[in-house]
């Protein structure tokens, strides 16, 4: 199916908090990896995202080029066209931009999706996320109501951090420490500077814990029940409905089932997979070499096996790995099954 326009988009966000599962966010930096994210949605019947980083975007541009917004800008053509072969609905979003890449990442993409809307179109990105987490709040609450108006104008979606996630993405290092927790005043100082919806949709990634990349179990603390009493607390105090805030869980590698559930229960409808996504794609082709070495590589004046190394044998494995690994994520988080679709 087309990429979800901006009503569909808001419609799968509104679905998934009504139902109380989330959508898989999955990371991607190759066609190969996009096409690995359509096939497992697909296999799931779940619909989903598909989000890029700086890095991974100036990955699309080429190896030798720094050109984000470029690569960016490629990576949804292809996905907005090879997406029509699949009978699930997915959105574009663009993950972590920190300050410092503001100019060379989402403000041109957001000048190309005003461009698109301009001429009757629809914008070329669904969401957009500006990653304040490495600012002090004050400044990066600030910069998001900038953004945020002009996000509705294109109606896109915008996703902010509040709080520190942990660990390295993207060369972003944040330490591992009592930052990691997001508290009620946070979210007080969120909904006060870019309101409850009546500015603009966004999501927030709360802290509970969250740290990016693999960690050893007990290294790391997660408490989703923490976002369950900010929910309470902003209700109260602005009278609203249960879970006012549209929540993203980032981070979520090696996350337990029953963490990841509690997450859900509190509000997540987005959480981010790329760490164990990564794993399964490239633990699958190091499988297949390690078990085929002689058909990969011509020893001893030996020819090697062309349908061993063809990129397009191992890569169709890492594809197949890749998706179950979405697959499994649908399963955690509620989505398997419930594509708009079906």
């Known amino acids: 199916m087309p990429i979800a326009t901006p009503d569909q ?31 497992g949605l697909t296999e799931a019947g779940s619909d989903g995202i598909i989000q890029v980083t700086t890095g991974g975007a100036d990955y699309f541009a080429g190896q030798t080029r720094t050109a984000r917004a470029s690569g960016a800008l ?3 053509a292809f996905v907005t066209e090879v997406a029509k072969n699949y009978p699930i609905t997915v959105a574009l979003h663009t993950d972590h931009c920190p300050k410092n890449a503001l100019d060379t990442f989402v403000l041109p993409l957001l000048e190309a999706s005003e461009e698109a809307v301009k001429r009757g179109g629809e914008p070329i990105f669904q969401s957009h996320m500006w990653d304040g987490s490495a600012v002090p709040l004050e400044e990066n609450l600030e910069i998001a109501k900038e953004l945020l108006p002009r996000i509705r104008n294109n109606n896109q979606i915008l996703e902010v951090e509040i709080g ?21 005043e946070d979210a007080i100082a969120t909904v006060e500077a870019l309101g409850l919806g009546e500015q603009g949709r966004y999501m927030a990634a709360l802290t509970f814990g969250n740290v990016h990349g693999v960690y050893k179990p007990g290294n790391v603390k997660l408490r989703p029940e923490l976002l369950a009493d900010i929910q309470a607390g902003l209700a109260e105090k602005y009278g609203t409905g249960p879970k ?15 963490e990841i559930a509690t997450a859900v229960a509190n509000g997540v409808i987005k ?9 399964a794609y490239s633990r699958s082709v190091a499988d297949t070499v390690l078990k085929n070495y002689d058909g990969f590589l011509k020893i001893d004046g030996e020819v090697g096996n062309k349908k061993v190394y063809d990129p397009r044998s191992w890569g169709k494995k890492a594809e197949s790995a890749m998706a179950a690994r979405v697959i499994e994520a649908t399963q955690q988080l509620g989505s398997h099954g419930q594509s708009q679709s079906i």
Do not use: C, W
């Not at 908090?17 to 190759?30: C, M, Q």
């Not at 520190?164 to 009620?184: C, P, R, S």
């Not at 549209?246 to 337990?256: A, E, I, K, T």
């Open 9 to 39: 988009y808001a419609q799968m966000l509104d679905r998934a908090k009504e139902n109380g599962f989330a959508y898989p966010a999955i990371n991607v930096s190759s066609s190969q990896t996009i096409n690995a994210v359509l096939q």
């Open 74 to 76: 490629a990576m949804a």
């Open 271 to 279: 959480m981010n997979i790329d760490t164990d996504t990564q794993y």
């Open 244 to 258: 006012p805030l549209d929540l993203v869980f980032h981070g979520g590698s090696g996350s337990s089932d029953e």
């Open 164 to 184: 520190v996630v942990g660990g390295e993405e993207d060369g972003v290092m944040a330490e591992i420490n009592d930052k990691l927790y997001t508290d009620l």
